[in-house]
């Protein structure tokens, strides 16, 4: 840890009203060591919330040259205010990751993510322009026009979003044009996908995958990427700190235990944050990378923490469920856990979709479902076959685990 970029960025932050008052009783002159670092309190994204509209400006109006705001599905939106300074900073932190990928100026890449509040879109525009590149700024929706372009402009890299690539990829399957694209590279936004995915995104536009972690409350998209060897994420620690901790306690974990991603700015001047707690899940991957990279690496996100459950001393990521699903024939995507306590024991029912209806062979898949789930999660479900289309959709993310102990 770099004390003196750390009190720096503690001094910056308290610039601010929101962190005035949150580091109240904290000086930076007082943090003179990585325990004393940790002695700080978290902060969470309802404390953004919570300084809307411009409470966590840490300079003056004058000095705000743009804002972004996180989605504001659930209630207020958070702004985040940036100076020159910032967008400079996260071009050449974008900038970076197209050349972590491999890109050159030759490249032709293609934008899908959308342009606005949110911060995705520009920041692609901003790192392409940056390596010279031709950026081709087309932002989400309208496949035919994205194909059309795609063709037209001969686009080498697809930018986008798992499901939306893989729309993409099965519309340029079924209209037959796959030699038509020039595509040789994906860069994929950070939410969570599973293997199967990822493995038919890849092969059907027959590029290589790479996976661009961010947050808009982080400056956006591009504060790390996967590298050729795709062992994890880089993450560019001149920029930004990071923590990864126990999300029930706080706590450091372990060197390369899995756990919360808690993020520290550290050059930050529109709204620095200290120790924000992304509630992403992952870990350190030790050790140094074959690309030879200085900056270290975490895993790949394996899911928020707001999703996972402790159950019979097995934490349970939503991720692992999918995975393990999706290695069993004749059983859906679609699952929901209900977890009950009944005389003083936990118990976790899994009800998962089959196409199958002859009730034998269901106990068959039950059986199967049972056994998977024990060796890949750790602790033996009850399981529960029910008819596709019986659980409920939901065009968002829908919720799929069920907590009814407490
Ligand atoms: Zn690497």
Sequence with gaps: MNIPLIKAAIKKAKMSPFYAKHFESIESEDINSVEDFKSLPFTEKEDLRAAYPLGLGAVSEEAIVRIHSSSGTTGTPVIIPYTRKDVEDWTVMFCRCYETAGLTRKDRIHITP??????????????AELLGAMAIPMGPGNTDKQIKMMMDMRSTVLCATSSYALLLAEEIERRGVKDKICLNKAIIGSERWG????????????????????????????????CPYNCGMHIWTDYLYYEIVNPRTG???????????????????????IRYRTHDLTRELLGPCPCNSPFPRIDSIIGRSDDMVKVKGAIIYPCRVDECLATIPDVSSEYQIQIDHLNGKDILNLLFETPIEDKQIRKNVEKIVEQTFKETVGITPHPIAVSIGEL??????STRIFDNRY
């Design 114 to 127: 959308g342009y606005g509040l949110w911060t995705a879109g520009i920041g692609f525009q901003l790192g």
């Design 195 to 226: 293997e199967k995915m990822r493995h038919r995104i890849a092969q059907e536009l027959g590029v290589e995958l790479y996976d661009i972690y961010g947050l808009t409350e982080i400056y956006g998209p591009g504060i790390g990427i996967s």
């Design 251 to 273: 706590e450091t974990v372990n060197p390369g235990d899995s756990g919360e991603l808690v993020i520290t700015t550290l050059l930050k001047e529109g709204a620095p944050l």
């Design 392 to 397: 409920p959709r939901s065009e968002k993310k």
